[in-house]
Every structure is written in C-alpha cells, then in structure tokens.
C-alpha cells in the first residue's frame, strides 16, 4: 500500500551491530505491527502498537525493540543480540479498532556481512 | 497462543480449474480470518477477510468459507488464471492481549499450469 513507507529496501548488519529498520505511515491508522519473515514461512509477529507511547511484545520479541513516538512511525531496532536476524521484516497498520484489516509496507531484507 | 495449520503447502491446477485451500486454528476465541496473497519479493496483499458472524463471503472469482464449530476456513479461486499464481497466507486473529496481531499459516504456494 502506498501509504506504507519501509526503508532502507536492504540493509546489512555487521557482527555486534544494532540496525534501525524505519516504518512510516500516512494512513492515519492508530495501529501498527512488525513480523518477520523467513524462507517459505509464514509471517511471525515481533511487536505491535496500538497507540502512541505503548507497544506490546509479539511471538518473537527477544532481540528486537520499538518505539512509538510519533502515530506515522513505528521504528524497529535489530540488537546484537538478535543471533539470527536474516530475514525479510514486514510492517504493516490498521485503523485499530479490532478485526479491522492490516495493510502491509514493501519490506526490508537484512542480511549478516 | 494462536496456532494455525495450513494446507496443502503446495497446489498445481489447470488453468481454468478451481483451487481449494484449507487453514485451521485452535484459538475458538479468534474471530477474524484474512487472507493475503504474496508475489515473489513484494508485501503480503489482502485478497479476502471474514469475521466470525458470517460463514461465507465472495468477492468475484474468490470466496471464504469459516465453519467455527470445527475450527477451520478455506480459500476458495475459480476459473484461475496465471495471474493467480502466488503464495497465499492465512491467519487468525491473535488473542493474546488485545490488539490486532495476527498469527499467519506457512503458506500455500499455488502455481497455475497452462
């Protein structure tokens, strides 16, 4: 969806290194999540905010963290202590109120140097 | 937590040819069923989504079917075209805490053969 903005497209990490994946979103949406994405698997669900200033932990959060500052940004950080990051990370938002559908950014692929 | 299962996680149909996919969940608290479509590389696509008070929805060549008592729904394509060629991905609403996560299926990679 357009109004789902992920940057950089791809991005490599150094051994020890954290990296900051940047999500923005001008949909006005209340909500957004972060998932990750491995080869020939489903999407799995790192962290999500419903609202600015709060965020809960997903499946998967032990390595990563957020912040939710702004309502459009939703940033993740990959910590050195993410032992295996490669993967595909996938933001996405909704309006918030429940069941209401999650559009998806266009990703970014993290890789180890 | 939620967990769904999704099969098969391949399917090869005729053009033309209807292709059936099946997801079950184990949460009865979940109530909401997307599915996304992904092309190679891109972002997951919302093709079709149901909620718990309906059994079925249809939107043109794609329907979903949700049979709550046994926990499960599927993604029904007709008349499919090359163009439907993709992975396909469920998932149920994740219930535990609150908000909109979801939990996803593996994935359905579904090839249309000419």
């Known amino acids: 969806d357009g109004g789902i903005t992920q940057s950089p497209k791809y991005l490599f990490r150094k051994e020890g290194q954290n990296v900051t994946l940047s999500c923005e979103q001008n949909?006005?949406?209340?909500?957004m999540y972060w998932y990750r994405q491995d080869p020939g698997q489903g999407l799995r669900l790192i962290y999500y905010?419903?609202?600015?200033?709060?965020?809960q932990k997903g499946d998967i959060a032990e390595g990563y963290s957020v912040s939710r500052e702004k309502k459009e940004s939703f940033p993740l950080t990959v910590t050195s202590a993410q032992k295996n990051p490669t993967a595909f990370y996938l933001c996405?938002?909704?309006?918030?109120?429940?069941?209401?559908?999650?559009?998806f950014g266009d990703g970014t692929r993290l890789s180890i140097l | 937590g939620e967990n769904v299962e999704q099969h098969p996680s391949t399917l090869s149909v005729q053009e033309g040819d209807s292709a059936v996919i099946k997801c079950t969940y184990s949460?009865?608290?979940?109530?909401?069923f997307p599915w996304y479509k992904q092309e190679l590389g891109k972002r997951p696509q919302l093709i079709i989504d149901?909620?718990?008070?309906?059994g079925e929805k249809k939107d043109q060549r794609i329907a979903v079917t949700l049979n709550k008592t046994a926990k499960h729904f599927s993604l029904h394509i007709t008349e499919t075209q090359p163009e439907d060629s993709a992975v396909y991905f469920c998932?149920?609403?994740?219930?535990?805490?609150?908000?909109?996560?979801?939990?996803f299926g593996k994935g359905t990679h579904l090839i249309i053969q000419p």
């Open positions: 996405a938002s909704s309006m918030g109120t429940l069941n209401q559908p999650q559009h």
């Open positions: 949909l006005n949406h209340d909500a």
């Open positions: 905010s419903q609202i600015v200033n709060d965020f």
């Open positions: 949460d009865s608290a979940s109530n909401y």
């Open positions: 149901i909620r718990s008070n309906v």
């Open positions: 998932a149920a609403r994740y219930s535990g805490g609150g908000a909109d996560g979801l939990t």
